[in-house]
């Protein structure tokens, strides 16, 4: 039904643009990151009406199930209360420069000034995913996995339980 | 009628009957839960209110809906409020994405027992399930007491622990059904125990295939539903009540009615990558003709049969076992059920490629 689906495009895109401004908006960290869930969810839904099932459904998976839910025990362990805001004058100007040049680039999409990118239509499931990963993009694929694992070690070198001894060689 | 007409009426009737069967087995579930807690600790249990005490689900419903209900004075106010349903909404998704049973002929149309039919269910099922745990979580922080904030917080850690020993434990039994739909993991697991007699194929139930697999899915099931020896939450001898310390009234029946359906949601999901589905040894032989609607409502029952073993079970185990200490539960989690979830995909992978 192309009325229900235009109707669910609407829905989830106002829902992703509010919530993605109440991260901004929000004094509080926890509202924040909770707007942000809010807003990957949206984005999620919005995948799901341009048929990219799996896209959607690891969306979900990985930054609204896994990441925000560390971000979320971060902030909550460190107890963060209201952040004033105090960026410095140099942040302020480069944040500025940056939104407008990606409102330019935005608009001159819309305006069809550049040249769209070509995207396939098939890429909804699982196995077609999977081919092209293990094809085209296998130099690209196994590089992500190599750089994740490299984060990994370093992840257990740092945070490993060190013998009495080797910690007073460390401060000597 | 339409096409479309048809379909989204069925959508609707399947819908409020799935969530009927949700809803209708957690006063079952409580009722289940003290009645079976009493038989093992040598006592009666609740048997006042109306027969054998079952009516007593009700009767804690309204004592529960009479009950003041209280917002902290310093907490988050909007997300003190909306963290009970954040638990609830979850548990009920997931259950429209699992298939109770085989699909039927009404009219020249296939009905199917199922609400959504995606072909990357099993995902779904796992991107849900892992959003119960900003309920928790977020119920801890905006209740603005130690007890609650410490009780979300163990919640967030431990269910991102778990949820890698799961997912990879469900990575293996994929790689044997070599699909991500649910319907079509239930479709490969016919016979009770064998090979597909044309392509060699394994038919039996995924449980066979996949013991290590099972063992650690039950176990971090557990964990995700916050269930004992994995009750780290709300673990009351220390946290007083924990992420709901401060919730009263109707809230907190929401979170209690979150961790029941979230109890039906997992125990589906193990039936389905695991025990078959619909499926039992000798069903085909009763003379109901598959794919008719009473072949349908008899795979229900299968279904739900399986389900309550499964749910005995972990009331069972709930008053078995003690509570895991902290350190305990991440070391269980992160050096027992990872690694050997890891090993379990590597061998299933070498067979598969092999064969």
């Not at chain 1, 609204?64 to 952040?83: C, K, S, T």
């Not at chain 1, 004058?89 to 409102?103: E, K, T």
């Not at chain 2, 479709?187 to 394994?202: E, K, M, P, V």
Request: proline share 5%; hydrophobic share 55%; with cysteine.
């Amino acid at each position: 039904m192309e009325v229900l689906e235009r109707v669910a495009f609407y829905v989830m895109a106002v829902l992703a643009v509010i919530s993605a401004l109440l991260v901004v908006v929000n004094r509080n960290p926890v509202a924040s990151a909770m707007s942000l869930v809010g807003a990957f969810l949206a984005v999620a839904g919005l995948y799901l009406t341009l048929n990219a099932t799996f896209l959607s459904a690891i969306q979900v998976l990985v930054y609204a199930g896994a990441i925000m839910v560390l971000f979320l025990f971060v902030i909550m362990l460190l107890n963060l209360e209201r952040e004033p805001f105090d960026l410095p004058g140099i942040g302020r100007i480069a944040g500025f420069g940056l939104s407008v040049a990606l409102l330019f680039s935005l608009i001159s999409l819309a305006l069809g000034a550049v040249a769209r990118p070509e995207t396939s239509a098939r890429g909804g499931s699982g196995a077609e995913i999977g081919d092209v990963f293990f094809s085209d993009y296998l130099f690209p694929f196994e590089m992500a996995s190599l750089l994740l694992l490299v984060a990994m070690v370093g992840v257990i070198v740092v945070a490993r339980r060190r013998k009495p001894e080797e910690e007073e060689e460390e401060q000597a | 009628m339409s096409d479309t007409q048809v379909y989204y009426l069925a959508f609707l009737v399947k819908l409020l009957v799935v969530f009927t069967l949700a809803v209708g087995l957690v006063p079952i579930l409580v009722y289940a839960e003290r009645r079976v807690s009493a038989l093992m600790q040598f006592r009666w249990g609740p048997n006042r209110v109306g027969p054998f005490g079952l009516l007593q689900p009700f009767a804690d419903m309204v004592k529960l809906l009479c009950k003041e209900d209280l917002v902290p004075e310093r907490a988050s106010k909007v997300l003190f409020t909306i963290a009970p349903a954040l638990t609830c909404i979850p548990p009920f998704l997931v259950m429209s994405f699992i298939p109770v049973a085989p699909s039927f002929a009404l009219a020249g149309r296939e009905m199917k027992g199922v609400v959504v039919d995606s072909p990357v269910g099993i995902l779904l099922l796992l991107a849900l399930s892992s959003l119960t745990v900003y309920g928790l979580a977020i119920g801890g922080w905006a209740s603005n007491s130690k007890y609650s904030l410490l009780g979300g917080l163990r919640s967030s850690a431990q269910m991102i622990s778990y949820e890698l020993a799961m997912g990879i434990s469900v990575l293996a039994v994929l790689c044997v059904s070599g699909t991500l739909n649910l319907s079509e993991i239930i479709y490969r697991q016919t016979q009770f125990f064998g090979y597909d007699a044309q392509s060699g194929n394994w038919a039996g139930w995924n449980i066979f295939a996949q013991p290590l697999a099972f063992v650690i899915f039950l176990v971090a099931a557990f964990a995700e539903t916050n269930r004992l020896p994995f009750d780290l939450p709300e673990a009351e001898s220390e946290l007083v009540g924990g992420y709901h310390t401060e919730y009263s009234s109707m809230k907190f029946s929401l979170f209690f009615m979150g961790e029941y359906i979230g109890m039906v949601g997992i125990s589906s999901v193990l039936v389905v990558l695991f025990l078959g589905g619909w499926h039992f040894p000798g069903m085909n032989s009763l003379g109901v003709q598959p794919g008719t609607l009473p072949f349908t409502l008899l795979g229900l029952l299968v279904f739900l049969a399986k389900i309550g073993v499964l749910l005995f079970f972990f009331i069972h185990v709930r008053w078995t076992l003690p509570r895991f200490r902290y350190d305990q539960l991440m070391r269980i989690g992160w050096k027992v059920l990872l690694p050997l979830a890891l090993l379990n995909v590597l061998v299933t992978g070498a067979v598969v490629a092999g064969s």
